[in-house]
Structures are given as structure tokens and as C-alpha cells.
T-cell receptor, first 113, second 119 residues
Framework: KQEVTQIPAALSVPEGENLVLNCSFT??????LQWFRQDPGKGLTSLLL?????REQTSGRLNASLDKSSGRSTLYIAASQPGDSATYLC????????????FGTGTQLKVEL | GAVVSQHPSRVICKSGTSVKIECRSL??????MFWYRQFPKQSLMLMAT?????????EQGVEKDKFLINHASLTLSTLTVTSAHPEDSSFYIC???????????????FGPGTRLTVL
């Protein structure tokens, strides 16, 4: 059974700092990995999707990397802003293919002025 | 981009009543819809997968008679929490999938969630 873990569980940083969020998964036979953002009491917003054949994806100040062999992904946020404050979730589909996502435990980020 | 809506966004009900939550894909047809629940400060847990016109597939430990799912069309799925109890209070999120053309997975678009509080 796939297990997805995120470290740290919570993170508080001053504005402007660069930061890294970590995601680990136990079954490396994944097709892709996705990073989401969730604001309090809201649904999920997809940030980045990395295919298994890719090593990284970039969108603005966000950069996600994927190392399948080690079962890890990182989300790098450059020049953090208070508006980045949210919970960040990574998710992977089942190793055999299909559509059911297994979500990580989440990292709650707070960027302070 | 694809938009998924949920209604209601928030509901408070008395213990023992049933509550229906709607999930709609507004500008695309969803081959599959997923229902998740999320407890405070926890991650999303998949409850069930529904395909239009067929019975939903429930995850282990989810009572199908408790959480009734109907996927009547390619744009609408409903989750009915029957005889709700305080322990059913949670944040329920749906997602709608559409084939991405890639191998293995559809692209999922998430609704804004429904906060259920059972008194």
C-alpha cells in the first residue's frame, strides 16, 4: 500500500525566504506526482504535475523535482510571500495506473511579514 | 480551466437527518468523480470512486449504506450522508476526472468542498 509522507508538518518563515517542502512515497512505481495548495476551509488548487519521465517542473516561483528511485519529491518556493501561506499537499496515483490519488500528510506553511 | 462546483458549501444539520451534497463539473464531462473527506489538520482520504451510470466503488472501511453516491450524469454526482451523526462532521471534497490522454491517469479537478456539521 502506497504511503505518502510530508516533512515538515508545519513551517513558519519570514517573507522573502526561499524554502523547500518535502514529499516521500513508499512505492516508486508511479506515473506522476502532483503538488496542490489548499487554503483554510477551501478545496485544492493544482500547482504542478510532474510526469515520471520528468525530473522537474517549474511554474513562476515554484519548482518541483522528482526522484522516483529514492521515492522523493521536493517543492521549492522562491522569495516567499504572505500570500503563499497555505497547506501544501503532494499526491500520487496508484502504481498500477488509475485515477485514485493518495495524498500526503501535508505541510502547513505560514509566511510572516 | 475546468471548473468543479459543490453545493452546499456549508451545512449544519441535526443528528439523524440525511444530507445531500452535489458535485458538478461545469464546463466538461467527467468520466469519473471522486469523493474525499478531510478531518481538521489532516490530509484527504478517498471515500469512493463513481463512474457515470454504474455503482460507486467504496474504499475499505467506508460504509456504502451510510454514504450513498449517485452519478446520474457526466456532470453530476451526489453524496448523501444518511442518518448523520456528529462523528460524520467533516470537510467533504469531490473531484472530477477527465481523460488526459496520457498513460495511467486522468486529470482531476477539485471542488471547493462542503463543510458538514452535525449537531
Amino acid at each position: 500500500k502506497q504511503e505518502v509522507t510530508q516533512i515538515p508538518a508545519a513551517l513558519s518563515v519570514p517573507e522573502g525566504e526561499n524554502l523547500v517542502l518535502n514529499c516521500s512515497f513508499t512505492d516508486s512505481a508511479i506515473y506522476n506526482l502532483q503538488w496542490f495548495r489548499q487554503d483554510p476551509g477551501k478545496g485544492l488548487t493544482s500547482l504542478l504535475l510532474i510526469q515520471s519521465s520528468q525530473r522537474e517542473q517549474t511554474s513562476g516561483r515554484l519548482n518541483a523535482s522528482l526522484d522516483k528511485s529514492s521515492g522523493r519529491s521536493t517543492l521549492y518556493i522562491a522569495a516567499s510571500q504572505p500570500g503563499d501561506s497555505a497547506t501544501y499537499l503532494c499526491a500520487v496515483p496508484p502504481s498500477g495506473g488509475g485515477n485514485k490519488l493518495t495524498f500526503g500528510t501535508g505541510t502547513q506553511l505560514k509566511v510572516e511579514l | 480551466g475546468a471548473v468543479v462546483s459543490q453545493h452546499p458549501s456549508r451545512v449544519i444539520c441535526k443528528s439523524g437527518t440525511s444530507v445531500k451534497i452535489e458535485c458538478r463539473s461545469l464546463d466538461f464531462q467527467a468520466t469519473t468523480m471522486f469523493w474525499y473527506r478531510q478531518f481538521p489538520k489532516q490530509s484527504l482520504m478517498l471515500m469512493a470512486t463513481s463512474n457515470e451510470g454504474s455503482k460507486a466503488t467504496y474504499e475499505q472501511g467506508v460504509e456504502k449504506d451510510k454514504f450513498l453516491i449517485n452519478h446520474a450524469s457526466l456532470t453530476l454526482s451526489t453524496l448523501t450522508v444518511t442518518s448523520a451523526h456528529p462523528e460524520d462532521s467533516s470537510f467533504y471534497i469531490c473531484s472530477a476526472g477527465t481523460p488526459s490522454g496520457g498513460i495511467g491517469t486522468d486529470t482531476q479537478y477539485f471542488g471547493p468542498g462542503t463543510r458538514l456539521t452535525v449537531l
